[in-house]
């Protein structure tokens, strides 16, 4: 699209720049366009000594996107504080010198918009006048949201925009709710952590602006352009893209998205994967309830939690006892609940020492593992998983958790035995152990942590495997490849359970040589 080029109509990317002078604008307007911005949002709030006239001049003059100018009061979310008519006639400026966009608030729309629909229609001005209102605090019920949407449609504006400050990810589901009400262009969408899925589901439900950081930017809910133009693609979702996505608490970490939706798209599936910051599962369950919403990748800390709301559990998963896939059955709409992770780890660890040509010389059909001690640290989702796999190609399991309890009932389980955590910095292996982290220690922001092993006893170990995947070498993988132990990360892990996801959630073979050419390359 050129820079003067508007449509109220396509889906257009907007990236947020919110710098306090002007030549950083421009700067920052180049950037927006090399890396996909349809559409600028300059806040002029943010200018610091904002000179109207000339400062909007040189911007316009200028730019090299179509440019929607907000002048938010700090009355509604902003940083302006001054003579409110001061800051409508600068919009109003805006427009008179050629802004694509004007953005004005719902409760300022009633002292402005009249003349200003009066000069577009005066001068064959093409601008559109965007009539927004921000709601804080509690996403209200849908009877409200329209209400709020009917007052804004009509002030007679060209586009109207609804911001929420999503408190839980089921407040989501009321704005997607009420996009196929509007009749005019609508931008909607809730800030923060919880409020992501409302910016890259939007296309899905109809919506108008999808808002993208600029990249080494970040702003909390909202993907960066990067993001939107790697993993998500959004020219390719419709109202028939069905949504999977991770449910987890933290969810930032997932990389999930850069993997299964540039693999949907090679497999020529209608698929959206996105990052679902849960709070609260029996909300979440309850909530997204529609054969849109197919499948779900379950992560860190739900995994056993989740089998309560399933409606079916694999075998496996059951025995397990903790799930990290669930699928919507399409002929009846149940969730069935799967465990991926169990072989995807244990498959990793068995090739590794294989290609190291440590089998032991024992038979083709046995695995690697039989016979040796494998000392897990972590008996969570992840931890089950990898007690259960352990187990099943006999080795002998020693297993550590903070919580002693649950370290126990996992021993109990695959009848091993359980050590209390402090413990594990003076435990002694038998040479040729394998050593197994399990729990989030070491994942990403928190990198320089480690589980509490000795180098010393860590050079006793054969393999050292993290499942933390972010970073893909974690402290405890360097430690131990320091100390010359082979490594797997949790990588390999992720892999291999994502593959048998995407089985689950698609009907189709997973394109193994594809997916592992992403993970290469992006992981």
């Not at 009932?409 to 040479?431: C, R």
Request: glycine letters at 8%; a negative charge; hydrophobic letters at 40%.
């Amino acid at each position: 699209m050129g820079s003067n080029e508007v449509s109220a109509e396509a889906l257009m990317i907007c990236a947020p720049i919110r710098s306090q002078c002007v030549e950083q604008i421009l700067k920052e307007m180049h950037e927006a366009k090399a890396q996909g911005a349809d559409v600028v949002e300059v806040s002029l709030d943010h200018i610091t000594n904002f000179h109207p006239h000339n400062d909007l001049q040189t911007i316009l003059t200028n730019k090299l996107l179509p440019i929607l100018f907000s002048y938010r009061p700090k009355w509604e979310g902003g940083l302006y504080e001054g003579d409110e008519n001061i800051r409508l006639e600068a919009l109003q400026l805006a427009m008179e010198l050629g802004a694509d966009f004007i953005d004005i608030e719902l409760k300022a729309a009633s002292s402005c918009l009249k003349s200003m629909m009066e000069y577009k229609k005066n001068h064959s001005n093409h601008g559109k006048i965007i009539v927004s209102s921000y709601v804080d605090g509690v996403t209200p019920p849908k009877s409200e949201l329209l209400k709020l949407v009917t007052l804004m449609k009509a002030t007679g504006a060209d586009i109207i925009k609804l911001v929420t400050n999503a408190q839980d990810i089921t407040e989501i589901e009321r704005i997607f709710s009420i996009l196929p009400y509007s009749q005019v262009p609508l931008i909607a969408y809730s800030v923060g952590d919880r409020g992501l899925i409302s910016q890259v589901l939007c296309p899905k439900f109809g919506g108008f602006f999808v808002y993208g950081s600029l990249d080494g930017n970040p702003i909390p809910g909202m993907p960066s352009l990067e993001t939107l133009r790697e993993a998500y693609r959004l020219e390719h979702v419709n109202e028939d893209t069905k949504v999977f996505g991770l449910i987890s608490k933290p969810v930032g970490h997932s990389k999930g998205p850069l993997l299964h939706n540039p693999t949907f798209r090679h497999a020529n599936f209608n698929g959206m994967y996105v990052p679902m910051f849960v709070d609260d599962l029996k909300e979440f369950f309850s909530t997204y309830t529609s054969p849109d919403f197919a499948g779900y990748s379950v992560g860190f800390p739900y995994k056993e939690k989740v089998l309560t709301f399933c409606d079916e559990v694999h075998p496996l998963a059951q025995s397990i006892g903790a799930v990290n896939t669930i699928v919507r059955r399409p002929i009846d709409g149940k969730l069935v609940g799967y465990n991926t992770d169990c072989e995807g780890a244990i498959t990793a660890i068995e090739d590794a020492l294989i290609e190291h040509g440590c089998n032991d010389g024992g038979a083709c059909l046995s695995s690697p593992l039989a016979g040796r001690l494998f000392v897990l640290v972590g008996a969570g989702g992840a931890g089950r998983a990898l007690g259960f796999g352990a187990k099943s190609r006999g080795a002998r399991v020693v297993i550590f958790d903070i919580d002693f309890d649950r370290a126990k009932s996992l021993a109990s389980a695959v009848f091993g035995e359980a050590l209390h955590y402090k413990d594990l910095a003076n435990f002694q292996p038998e040479k040729g152990a394998i050593l197994a982290n399990a729990t989030p220690i070491g994942m990403h922001p928190n990198i320089a942590d480690i589980i509490s092993v000795s180098e010393e006893t860590l050079e006793d170990y054969e393999l050292v495997f993290d499942a933390v995947y972010t970073p893909r070498k974690t402290r405890l993988l360097k430690a131990a490849e320091a100390v010359g132990a082979i490594t797997v990360s949790g990588v390999e892990m992720f892999l291999r359970q994502a593959r048998g996801q995407f089985n689950l959630f698609t009907g189709l073979q997973a394109p193994d040589q594809f997916m592992r050419e992403i993970v290469l390359s992006k992981f």
